[in-house]
């Protein structure tokens, strides 16, 4: 159901010499003149226009050119490497050593994932996904009849998901607590302003008695969008207060969904009642990498159990 991932690259090469120039013993390539590969990449990183976007900042993009081409003689092998990184523009430029006769070299792209966009609406819609660009040879790239400029345009495909799975084992884990609390009475009050005495109504929240047993279901998600998931229960050890471990790395992030349900007494002092109630607690929370040691979160008052004597 995706699209193609295309991208653009167009590689310039420019001579910044024109005079016959080989290789000298011993070899010193900082000697040599050089041509100049350039281009600027694109992926399909937002869905929802019809433009293509820059490939990320810091990109890398790595020339390699076997020893051999510089020196027929060399017997060790190897090969020497260039490297540059995508600037803000999705462009690049590296200048590589050249003999007469050319050099045969090898354009590589480093592959990169992606939160691509591909919906806006209530719940915007978006999914990691890894892009790749194939390696590119150009050969005799310096050769005396070499054109000034050479351009390459292709369409590739991008991974259909993240290469390294879907799971992973989280390797570190961040502090997750704070303080759980219930409706417990309704009563009211009386408070003297000036010359008038006001009666005020008002709600008493008691902290969760200790035993209270929760429910956890912990996604926690890489850089790479791989997802681990925890489903654990956590027995409330102090009144109204709790803490869990959330398993998390430092440039992921966790979601987490705590539930609960319990039978109190709740009374009401007005009417000179006490009833006995259901409550619920539901608590949805996206977390980053830090502690969160002081939440607050109350339980929901559902329906009435019956009415004590």
């Not at 990449?41 to 051999?68: C, H, K, R, W």
């Not at 890894?130 to 590739?156: E, M, R, V």
């Not at 084992?169 to 000036?194: A, C, D, M, V, W």
Request: with cysteine; proline share 4%.
């Amino acid at each position: 159901m995706y699209r193609k991932i295309f991208y653009a690259a167009m590689l310039s090469i420019v001579f910044t010499s024109c005079k016959k120039y080989e290789v000298s013993e011993p070899l010193d390539l900082a000697t040599l003149p050089t041509v100049s590969i350039s281009g600027t990449l694109y992926a399909d990183l937002d869905q929802t226009n019809a433009v293509m976007e820059f490939v990320p900042e810091g990109t890398q993009v790595m020339v390699s050119i076997p020893y051999a081409d510089y020196d027929p003689n060399n017997v060790s092998g190897g090969n020497y490497v260039l490297t540059t990184k995508i600037d803000k523009k999705g462009s690049f430029s590296i200048n590589v050593p050249v003999v007469s006769s050319g050099v045969n070299a090898t354009v590589s792209f480093e592959s990169f994932t992606y939160h691509v966009l591909y919906a806006i609406s209530e719940d915007t819609l978006k999914e990691w996904r890894q892009f790749n660009l194939p390696i590119k040879y150009i050969g005799g790239l310096g050769a005396g009849s070499a054109s000034a400029t050479q351009k390459i345009s292709d369409t590739y495909n991008d991974v259909a998901g993240d290469p390294n799975g879907n799971t992973f084992n989280p390797t570190t884990k961040i502090k997750f607590g704070g303080t759980l609390r219930y409706l417990s009475e309704h009563k009211n009050y009386t408070q003297i302003i000036g010359t008038d005495t006001i009666t005020r109504d008002t709600l008493i929240y008691s902290n969760v008695p200790k035993g209270t047993v929760l429910t956890l279901v912990i996604y926690a998600y890489d850089e790479f969008g791989r997802e681990f998931i925890q489903n654990k229960t956590l027995t409330v050890s102090n009144a109204g207060q709790f803490e869990l471990d959330v398993p998390m790395v430092k440039n992921g992030y966790a979601e987490i969904e705590i539930y609960g349900s319990e039978i109190w007494d709740y009374e009401d002092r007005i009417l000179g009642k006490t009833y006995v109630y259901k409550y619920d607690l539901n608590v949805y929370e996206t977390l980053y990498f830090t502690d969160y040691t002081n939440q607050e979160y109350s339980y929901q008052q559902d329906v009435m159990i019956y009415e004590k004597e």
